[in-house]
C-alpha cells in the first residue's frame, strides 16, 4: 500500500507569529553571519559611489566562491558516473553566472570623471589579484603557473591554488567520462600534464559532433550544459570589459597591464572549445 502524500504532509498553524525572544544571537545571525558581512563595508574615501564599487566587488567574490563550489560538486559527480547530479550542479551555476552578470549595472556606466573620484584611492589593488577569480579559470580549464605568483606571500591561498592547477579541471573530468562511456578521446588528453592550459583538439571535436549529431541525451545535455557555463563566463568578461572601457578608456589598470587591450585579449579565449567549434559538423 502507498503512503497518502496528502496525510504525511505538515499541517500549517493558523496565524503563527514568528518567535521574537532569542537568549544569545538569533539563529540566523549563527547561520548567516550578517553581522560579520555588514562589517566589512571599509571605504576609503567620501565619494558616495565608492560604496557601490566595493559592494558590488563583495558580492562578485561571493559569487565566484560559489561557483568554485558548483564546479567542484561537478567534478566529484562526474567521477561517479552521476551525470544527472553534475547536470543539476552545472544548471544552478549558470543560472548563477547570470545574477552574477546582473550585478554589473550600477557600475557599467561609471563615467571616467565619477571612477577617476575613489581611483587613486584603491592603490595598486586590481581583480586581477582575485585568488577565487583564478580558482574558477582553472576549474575551466585556463591554467596557469604564474599567475600563482601574486599569491605567494598567503600560504592557504597558494596551496588552494597550486592544488587546482595540477588538478583535472571540469573539462578534464567529462572528457573522462565520455572516454569510459565509449568515446574515441584520445589518451594523450587523458594523462596530459594538468598545469598546462587546455587546448582544442580535432578528435574532441569529432566526439562532439557525435554526440550532436545522435538522439539527444544525458552527454547532448551535459555538451548544452557546459556551453551555458561557458557562454555566461564569456559574457561576464565581456561586461567587464565594457564597462572598463566606460570608466577609464584605454588607460593603464591599476594592476599595472595595460587595460583594456590586456582584457581584450583574454575576453577572446574560448571555455570548452572544442564545444563551439563542433557546431559547424551537425
Ligand atoms: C568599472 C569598474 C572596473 C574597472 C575599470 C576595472 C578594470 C580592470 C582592469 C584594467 C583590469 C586589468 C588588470 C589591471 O591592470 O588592473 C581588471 C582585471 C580584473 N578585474 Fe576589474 N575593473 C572593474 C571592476 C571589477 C569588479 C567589480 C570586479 C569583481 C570582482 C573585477 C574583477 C576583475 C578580475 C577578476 C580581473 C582579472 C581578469 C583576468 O585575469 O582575466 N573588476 N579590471
Known amino acids: 500500500m502507498t503512503a497518502d502524500p496528502y496525510l504525511s504532509c505538515p499541517v500549517m498553524a493558523d496565524?503563527?507569529?514568528?518567535?521574537?525572544?532569542?537568549?544569545g544571537t538569533t539563529p540566523y545571525e549563527d547561520y548567516v553571519h550578517a553581522s560579520v558581512l555588514h562589517s566589512l563595508q571599509k571605504t576609503v574615501t567620501k565619494d558616495p559611489r565608492e560604496m557601490s564599487f566595493l559592494v558590488i566587488t563583495q558580492v562578485m567574490e561571493l559569487y565566484f566562491t560559489l561557483l568554485v563550489f558548483e564546479?567542484?560538486?561537478?567534478?566529484?559527480?562526474?567521477?561517479?558516473?552521476?551525470?544527472?547530479g553534475a547536470l543539476d550542479a552545472l544548471r544552478r551555476s549558470a543560472a548563477h553566472l547570470q545574477a552574477l552578470r546582473a550585478a554589473w549595472l550600477p557600475l557599467a556606466r561609471m563615467t571616467p570623471r565619477e571612477f577617476n573620484s575613489f581611483r587613486d584611492a584603491l592603490g595598486e589593488g586590481s581583480g586581477f589579484q582575485s585568488g577565487a577569480f583564478r580558482h574558477m579559470e582553472f576549474l575551466l580549464g585556463e591554467k596557469s603557473a604564474s599567475l600563482l605568483v601574486p599569491h605567494r606571500s598567503v600560504p592557504a591561498l597558494h596551496a588552494e591554488l597550486e592544488e587546482a592547477l595540477s588538478a583535472p579541471s571540469v573539462?578534464?573530468?567529462?572528457l573522462a567520462l565520455l572516454a569510459r562511456r565509449g568515446h574515441p578521446?584520445?589518451?594523450?588528453?587523458?594523462?596530459?600534464?594538468?598545469?598546462?592550459?587546455?587546448?582544442?583538439?580535432?578528435?574532441?571535436e569529432q566526439v562532439w559532433a557525435a554526440i550532436y549529431c545522435g538522439e539527444p541525451g544525458e552527454l547532448s545535455d551535459l555538451g548544452e550544459a557546459l556551453t551555458d557555463v561557458a557562454e555566461q563566463f564569456t559574457r561576464w568578461r565581456h561586461d567587464h570589459l565594457i564597462a572598463t572601457r566606460r570608466a577609464m578608456g584605454a588607460k593603464t589598470g591599476t594592476g599595472g597591464s595595460a587595460g583594456v587591450s590586456w582584457l581584450e585579449k583574454r575576453a577572446r579565449r574560448d571555455v570548452f572549445p572544442e564545444l563551439w567549434t563542433a557546431r559547424s559538423y551537425v
Do not use: C, I, K, N
Open 185 to 204: 578521446v584520445p589518451a594523450e588528453l587523458l594523462s596530459r600534464d594538468l598545469t598546462q592550459p587546455y587546448r582544442p583538439s580535432a578528435e574532441v
Open 71 to 84: 564546479w567542484r560538486h561537478t567534478q566529484e559527480r562526474l567521477r561517479d558516473d552521476d551525470v544527472p
Open 15 to 23: 496565524a503563527a507569529e514568528p518567535r521574537l525572544d532569542f537568549g
Open 171 to 174: 573539462y578534464d573530468d567529462v
